[in-house]
C-alpha cells in the first residue's frame, strides 16, 4: 500500500498544480423581501450565494434575458434581467430582489 502511495502522490501534485484558480469578479449583497443574500460572481462563470450562512454554488445557464444561475439539487434559482434581480427557493419566490449599497 505504501509503495502505491508513494507513487501515486507525484500525480497527484501534478493534478492539483495545474487546476486554475477561480477568482471572484464581484462581491453583491442583496436584499428579496426579509431575506438577504451575499452573491460572490465568479470567472468561471458560477456564482456563489450564501444564505443564512450556508454557501451554495449556482451555475450559470442559458436565459432569455440577462443572467440567470441554478443549483438544481437546491431547487435554488437567482436570475439578473432589465427587470430587476429575483431569487427562487424550492418553488418559493420573493419580491424583486434590491442591493444593499454599504
Known sequence: MKKLLIFLL???LAAC???PEVEIEKK?????????????FLDDDSLIARINGVNYV???????DG??????????????SGNGTYLTIKGRNYPMCQEIVK
Open 10 to 12: 507525484p500525480l497527484l
Open 17 to 19: 498544480a495545474g487546476t
Open 28 to 40: 453583491i449583497e442583496y436584499k428579496c423581501g426579509e431575506q438577504i443574500i451575499s452573491a460572490d
Open 58 to 64: 449556482l451555475d450559470r445557464v442559458a436565459a432569455a
Open 67 to 80: 443572467r440567470r444561475y441554478e443549483n438544481t439539487a437546491t431547487g435554488m434559482t437567482f436570475m439578473q
